[in-house]
């Protein structure tokens, strides 16, 4: 049977070979995520109700003593003992059994989509930090380079071909970027926060993330059918073939009991005279059945079973028209991304070859350093933008690789 983890971390791994940090992080948080223990704990116990489903009915002992002695042939009663035991129509027991499988099937579905949720949500928290860190790194480019910028345009107000007013939108402009950064960083502490939640960690630990992740040139197959194998959709069916359970066992609870039994009672002997087997014990076998003759609520039972069908029919194609618009959104929104990623390089790619002639008209005294300024702030635009479409990207294949893998 393939492994749902496996190859979702499979899939991962074909984006960028820098994937195998969140392979670690993944395998980490599979493994200690209390809520994912919480499931798993109770798919445990839906498999014991497996073993619980295999009972009959208490063993019926009793005992009574005769206050006044009936008298019989052979001699007085002294007391009477009991035992009586119960036992459900053919194949009930194996109803049951089969009912609390299914049961415990449904529950491993839970447990399966609990499991994506959670890899999905690290996923996402792993791609947000790393957009962080990386606009934070891009922070400080800007702020080497506008620090850059401030030396050549002091040097341009001692020679007379700037002014003071440059140097002080260029300083104002690192401050500005200083508080981004700042802010950015307490961003990251939040995140990490999270990270460290679904991780089951307490924060003492360093994580390491790619600087930058790129684009591959081709998008991994979709595979129309592995939505249709979702376990979101799995746990209906399952929850379907129950409730065709249930209504066999209602059937079989509906037919009679039947149950065997022995009375015996010790007499004693007679004294008053002497008769044929004097004082003989009596032992008397009995045969019971138990039959359901007002049995009104095993076919309201069955009226509510079929109804239940009809419930998770309709529960299970509203869900199917929910994950199938998810997926053609997530799509979208995953070619967007691509293409966003294209323009924004081409138009980075003229930022620079812009920077690159204003920095080369300093050399003639002619730099504008308000051009500078534009020129940078629409770099950072474009770094921004390109760091977000990465995390755009790859946030959607995980959804998509949740929907379908």
């Known amino acids: 049977m393939r492994n749902p983890l496996l190859t979702f971390l499979l899939i991962l791994v074909c984006f960028n070979v820098k994937a195998q940090d969140l392979q670690t992080y993944i395998g980490i948080a599979v493994a200690e995520n209390p809520g994912l223990k919480a499931y798993e704990t109770r798919y445990k116990i839906a498999q014991e109700k497996v073993e619980e489903a295999n009972w009959i009915?208490?063993?019926?002992?009793?005992?009574?003593?005769?206050?006044?002695?009936?008298?019989?042939?052979?001699?007085?009663?002294?007391?009477?003992?009991?035992?009586?035991?119960?036992?459900?129509?053919?194949?009930?027991?194996?109803?049951?059994?089969?009912?609390?499988?299914?049961?415990?099937?449904?529950?491993?579905?839970?447990?399966?989509?609990?499991?994506?949720?959670?890899?999905?949500?690290?996923?996402?928290?792993?791609?947000?930090?790393?957009?962080?860190?990386?606009?934070?790194?891009?922070?400080?480019?800007n702020i080497d380079l506008l620090e850059t910028y401030e030396r050549l345009a002091i040097t341009s107000v001692e020679v007379g071909s700037a002014s003071a007013a440059d140097v002080l939108r260029l300083q104002i402009r690192q401050n500005e970027l200083r508080q981004e950064s700042r802010t950015i960083q307490q961003e990251i502490l939040a995140e990490t926060a999270g990270f460290d939640a679904l991780l089951n960690r307490k924060g003492e630990t360093t994580y390491n993330f790619p600087?930058?992740?790129?684009?591959?040139?081709?998008?991994?197959?979709?595979?129309?059918?592995?939505?249709?194998?979702?376990?979101?959709?799995?746990?209906?069916?399952?929850?379907?073939?129950?409730v065709i359970r249930a209504e066999a066992l209602n059937r079989k609870e509906a037919a009679p009991m039947f149950g065997f039994g022995v009375d015996y009672i010790p007499v004693a002997n007679r004294t008053d005279m002497s008769v044929p087997e004097n004082g003989k014990d009596i032992l008397m076998p009995m045969v019971s059945l138990s039959i359901p003759i007002f049995n009104k609520q095993f076919r309201?039972?069955?009226?509510?079973?079929?109804?239940?069908?009809?419930?998770?029919?309709?529960?299970?194609?509203?869900?199917?028209?929910?994950?199938?618009?998810?997926?053609?959104?997530?799509?979208?929104?995953?070619?967007?991304?691509?293409?966003?990623?294209?323009?924004?390089?081409?138009?980075?790619?003229?930022?620079r070859q812009v920077e690159d002639i204003l920095l080369k008209n300093y050399e003639t005294g002619t730099i504008d350093f308000n051009e500078i300024l534009d020129i940078q702030e629409m770099h950072l635009r474009f770094q921004n933008k390109l760091t977000e479409a990465v995390r755009t990207y790859y946030e959607k294949s995980a959804i998509i690789n949740y929907l379908t893998q």
């Open 211 to 242: 600087d930058s992740l790129g684009i591959p040139s081709h998008d991994p197959e979709i595979s129309n059918e592995g939505l249709l194998l979702n376990p979101e959709l799995v746990r209906f069916d399952k929850l379907y073939k129950s």
């Open 57 to 141: 009915p208490n063993t019926e002992l009793s005992t009574s003593y005769f206050m006044s002695e009936p008298e019989t042939r052979t001699g007085p009663q002294r007391a009477r003992f009991a035992a009586r035991q119960m036992f459900p129509w053919f194949g009930t027991i194996n109803s049951r059994e089969k009912y609390a499988t299914v049961l415990s099937e449904a529950e491993y579905t839970d447990y399966q989509v609990e499991r994506r949720e959670l890899i999905l949500k690290v996923a996402r928290s792993f791609y947000q930090l790393q957009a962080l860190k990386a606009q934070d790194a891009i922070l400080q480019e």
């Open 300 to 351: 309201s039972r069955t009226v509510q079973n079929e109804m239940r069908q009809t419930e998770l029919e309709l529960q299970r194609q509203e869900r199917l028209n929910q994950l199938q618009s998810a997926l053609a959104r997530a799509i979208h929104e995953r070619n967007a991304a691509r293409v966003t990623h294209g323009l924004l390089e081409e138009n980075l790619h003229q930022v």
